[in-house]
DNA sequence: CCTCCACTGGAAACCTAGGCTC
DNA sequence: GAGCCTAGGTTTCCAGTGGAGG
């Protein structure tokens, strides 16, 4: 048994294709950004006042998944807070991404907590919290707060832009410092649902992102791999295939360094000492699978039900089942498990929900006399979900899972 | 050309679990 | 402990609606 271990250890400790392997995870902001002088300089000179003690412009980015958006932000306001010191100016900022960080007070926490203010998580009032950061900035006197707010169109499309508006607004309570934002977006027309109001003041200044090109990824892979991998560890044309297969992704680098890191552990993992366009097709199946079984496990219960509905829907050969069929399955399966099932208005919402995260289709047609419904196919392997589907107890323990496996035949 | 199906999608309100202040 | 806040998921109610079949 030992020996069995020790092989494993070993080998997962002496050889590896890897010489710094952080320097290809997605939130690593490399000391120089490629093919983005352009944006950063511009960023640059809109931020730029701050140095002065002046307010910024409240600035907004635009651009595609992968275009840079994020670390070009980062990487301004990190050198420019360190100027700023050096200058002996207060200038700070925070960065929030609204994703993960989806309601309006979870947001104030976080910028109350760059200005070293502890919040709850929830028991206060967001009118609380936006007083305590007015009072706050106010007593640390001549403050520059810069909040950079990524994937804004997030939180605005759950919650509206109120706000915004309130952040924007809180500058004239404050006295000697101020408040400006970053907004960042992939939705091009998210701006056109925002109230007038906003859109002049949040819009003084906007910045587009375009999509790298695949020389311009191939660049970029290239500087990051004579960082992350021990020179004679990439086969020829491994970068060149990441980056193709990226740029099919609308010039997505983060994809693109995503498949360059898969592919390195997977070749350190079958204990090769090269990393070769094989594993870069094999990585290229895994990160779909890892994305699948992460959103999957994520999903609230009845998420998983519905799912788990669709897939049945289609068992039978059908290519695709509709809203009222998909229902009644889940119905029937909540109800074996001994759980109430949920309405047929929440199931339309689930179903919507489970289209935006691309892991079924749902489109919506009209079939004239027999109502208008939405069509809905299974986008993703259903072997994958119903592995992570097992790990829910109610789940399972019941013959529900089994049955589906033989009906597809795993 | 009109009807009417099978839903969709908006809005408001409810419920549970948490936490503040006084 | 009262009274008032939050987040999330959900229910209730209801006014649309594209287009096949009459």
Redesign the pocket.
């Known amino acids: 048994m030992d020996d069995v271990l020790d092989e494993v250890f070993e080998r997962t400790l002496k050889k590896s294709v890897f010489k710094n392997r952080r320097v290809l995870l997605p939130d690593y902001i490399p000391p120089t950004l490629l093919h983005r002088d352009e944006e950063i300089r511009r960023l640059g000179l809109v931020l730029a006042p701050s140095l002065k003690g002046e307010k910024p412009s409240n600035v907004f980015i635009y651009g595609l998944t992968g275009t840079g958006k994020t670390a070009v932000a980062k990487y301004v306001l990190d050198k420019l807070v360190k100027k700023a010191g050096e200058l002996g100016v207060r200038t700070r900022y925070v960065y929030v991404n609204l994703r993960q960080r ?5 947001v104030l926490a976080d910028i109350a907590e760059a200005l070293d203010l502890r919040i ?8 609380e919290v936006l007083g305590r950061i007015v009072k706050r900035l106010n007593l640390l006197e001549d403050t520059i707060l810069i909040a950079v707010l990524d994937e804004i169109d997030f939180l605005v499309k759950k919650h509206g832009d109120d706000l915004l508006y309130k952040l924007v607004r809180m500058n004239s309570e404050l006295k000697d410092s101020s408040i400006s934002l970053v907004g960042i977006t992939n939705n091009i027309y998210f701006i056109e649902h925002l109230d007038a109001r906003i859109k002049s003041s949040l819009g003084e200044e906007e910045l587009v992102f375009s999509p790298y090109k695949t020389d311009q990824l191939i660049d970029i892979l290239k500087s990051r791999a004579e960082e992350a991998f021990i020179p004679g560890a990439l086969e020829n044309g491994v970068i060149e295939l990441c980056a193709s297969y990226a740029a099919k992704e609308h010039g997505d680098a983060r994809r693109a360094l995503d498949l360059l890191r898969i592919a390195g552990e997977l070749a350190d993992r079958l204990g090769e000492d090269k990393v070769v366009l094989e594993h870069v097709k094999m990585a290229r199946v895994e990160l779909e699978k890892n994305r699948l079984t992460e959103i999957t496990r994520t999903l ?4 998983k039900l519905v799912l788990l509905s669709v897939i049945q829907s289609t068992l039978a050969g059908r290519r695709y089942g ?4 998909i ?1 009644d399955i889940y119905k029937r399966t909540a109800i074996d498990i001994g759980l ?7 199931v ?5 929900e489970l289209d935006m995260l691309g892991l079924i289709s749902a489109r ?1 047609i ?9 069509v809905v196919s299974l986008e993703s392997d259903a072997k994958t979900i119903i592995n992570v589907l097992s790990e829910e107890p109610f789940l399972g323990e019941s013959s529900i899972l089994d049955r589906i496996m033989k009906s597809l035949g795993i």
Not at 120 to 127: A, D, N, Q, R, V
Not at 300 to 303: A, D, E, K, Q, V
Not at 366 to 374: F, N
């Open positions: 989806d309601t309006p007070y979870r709850p998580f929830t028991g206060l009032s967001t009118g609230p219960l009845h998420g509709t809203t009222g069929e229902y109430d099932p949920v309405t047929l208005r929440r339309s919402d689930i179903l919507s919506l009209s079939r004239g006399r027999y109502g208008k419904t939405r």
